[in-house]
Structure formats: structure tokens, C-alpha cells
């Protein structure tokens, strides 16, 4: 029987978007502009295409307006930094996401840096990292932002502990790395190189999955009573802990579906209101 601690994304996820649409409703009636989220979507890849709707789907719930670009496969790198720079530009549009993967022939980092730091509510941007690495304002990376806030809600204290992330993606395992350490945690980045990986994990204090294969870490790789972040997602709902045996050591865990994900839409949602208000001047 599992002894962990269910850490519930999805009821997190819905009280921060009920107050997102709260700040969004006051935003539009001292403005009379509505905050509004431009998503792009290069091609028609069947889990992107999804995402994206659930994206504008919530964007409805929150009070925000969703305006899609959809983009033929065939679109050059110079095409898309051309529709971002343009959203950039527009004053209607006060936050930016383009849906990744952009496919292999597109230099997705030149992608990146077209959208404006000001509308860059994805987190995706240098300047965003850097801000985010140096505690300035500014949008963190969505998934590692919703990460902090489950354990900010769960009561985790980080100061001192040694945290082990296993992952170094640009909008995941870097840029979470860098919030725990912003907590004072003691940070270990593993990665496809990393020796004798299950041991090092078994120092963690907090464990953040972040990998992307499938139940990577065992029940076996958990020091008993860690907390253990799961942001992975693969096919058939499986994340990159082997949740079963995982929950049997850990005093917190997140569930796979219904942990980080939800709580990934309801930081863009929550950054894009702010994007807004700042653009707004309120």
C-alpha cells in the first residue's frame, strides 16, 4: 500500500486558474482589453495539436482570448521567426507560446528568440532564463514554475536540501535546476552521462524526473521520506517514475497524470494575465 503523499496538480491547477480568471475579469473592466494568448503551431502533430486545445480551452475558462496561428509542416525557420516577430509587435497580443516541437528543420532556439521578453510567457527565451537564474522579474519556464508552487503548497522546505534533477532540457531540467537552487537547495543535474545514476538519486532529499523514459527511476533509487516530482509524460499515461514502488519510500509524490501537467497550463495562464497587465499599465 502506498505511504507517499499525493501531491494533487489538478486541484492546485484550479484554484490558481478560478484566481487568474479573477484577475482577468478585473483587468478587463478597468481596461476594456482582454488579456490574450497568441498560440503557434507549426504542423499538425496529433499530441501538439491536442495540447494546444486544451491550452486555448482553458484560455476560455481563464477569460483570456486565444488567437491561433496554425502553420503548414513545411514552414521555414525564417517563416516562423517572421509570424513571432509580428505577434511581438502587435499591441492585441500580450503573450506568445509556440507550441515545441517545431520540427527538425527549424532552428526552434532562433524561434525562441523572436518572441519579446515582455510577451515571452512560456519562459522560453534567454532573457527569460537569465532573469529567472538571477531572481529578476520576469516569466519563469511554465513547468518548473508550476513545479515550486506544488511544493510551495505542499510546505517543502527546500533551504539546505540536496535536490537531484535528472534532466538538463532548455524549458525543463535547467531552468527548474536553477529555481531550487534560487530556494537554497543543493542542486546535482544528471543526465545520459551521468555514472552509477541510481545512487546519486538516492541522496536526494527531492527528486525532480525530467528525462522522458518511461519508470527510469525505481522504488529502489528513493532515500526514504524524499519528495519526488514527476514531470515526465510518456505514451499510455506512464510518467519517468515507477510510481508503484516509488510511493512505498516517499513522503510526497506527484501522480502521472494529474501532478505537473496541469499545473504547467495554469502558469502560462497566470503569467499570461500578468504579460497583460503589465503591458496594460495597470
Do not use: W
Not at 496538480?9 to 490574450?36: N, Y
Not at 481563464?62 to 514552414?75: F, K, M, N, Y
Not at 532529499?205 to 514531470?231: C, E, H, S, T
Amino acid at each position: 500500500m502506498s505511504q507517499a503523499r499525493l501531491m494533487d496538480g489538478t486541484a492546485l491547477a484550479r484554484r490558481i486558474v478560478e484566481q487568474t480568471a479573477r484577475r482577468a475579469a478585473e483587468l478587463t473592466d478597468r481596461t476594456g482589453t482582454a488579456p490574450c494568448l497568441a498560440t503557434v503551431l507549426v504542423g499538425a502533430d496529433p499530441a501538439s495539436v491536442t495540447y494546444v486545445r486544451m491550452k486555448q480551452n482553458r484560455c476560455r475558462t481563464a477569460g483570456i482570448v486565444s488567437r491561433h496561428v496554425e502553420l503548414p509542416a513545411e514552414t521555414t525557420t525564417e517563416e516562423l521567426v517572421g509570424t513571432l516577430r509580428t505577434l511581438s509587435q502587435d499591441p492585441a497580443v500580450h503573450g506568445i507560446l509556440l507550441q515545441h516541437p517545431v520540427g527538425e528543420h527549424i532552428d526552434e532556439r532562433a524561434a525562441f528568440e523572436a518572441i519579446a521578453p515582455e510577451k515571452d510567457v512560456d519562459g522560453v527565451t534567454f532573457a527569460s532564463f537569465a532573469t529567472m537564474s538571477f531572481g529578476g522579474p520576469g516569466f519563469v519556464s511554465c513547468t518548473p514554475g508550476g513545479i515550486l508552487r506544488l511544493l510551495d503548497a505542499y510546505d517543502v522546505d527546500l533551504a539546505g536540501k540536496r535536490a537531484v534533477v535528472v534532466g538538463r532540457s532548455a524549458i525543463l531540467g535547467k531552468p527548474v535546476g536553477m529555481l531550487l537552487l534560487g530556494r537554497d537547495a543543493t542542486v546535482t543535474y544528471c543526465h545520459s552521462r551521468t555514472r552509477d545514476l541510481s545512487a546519486v538519486v538516492r541522496e536526494a532529499d527531492v527528486v525532480v524526473a525530467a528525462v522522458g523514459r518511461p519508470r527510469l527511476i525505481k522504488g529502489g533509487d528513493v532515500k526514504p521520506g524524499a519528495v519526488v516530482i514527476d514531470a515526465g509524460y510518456n505514451p499510455g499515461n506512464v510518467g519517468d517514475v515507477d510510481f508503484e514502488s516509488a510511493a512505498e519510500r516517499a513522503s510526497l509524490i506527484t501522480p502521472v497524470p494529474g501532478g505537473v501537467g496541469p499545473m504547467t497550463i495554469a502558469t502560462l495562464l497566470e503569467q499570461t494575465v500578468a504579460a497583460a497587465a503589465r503591458q496594460l499599465g495597470v
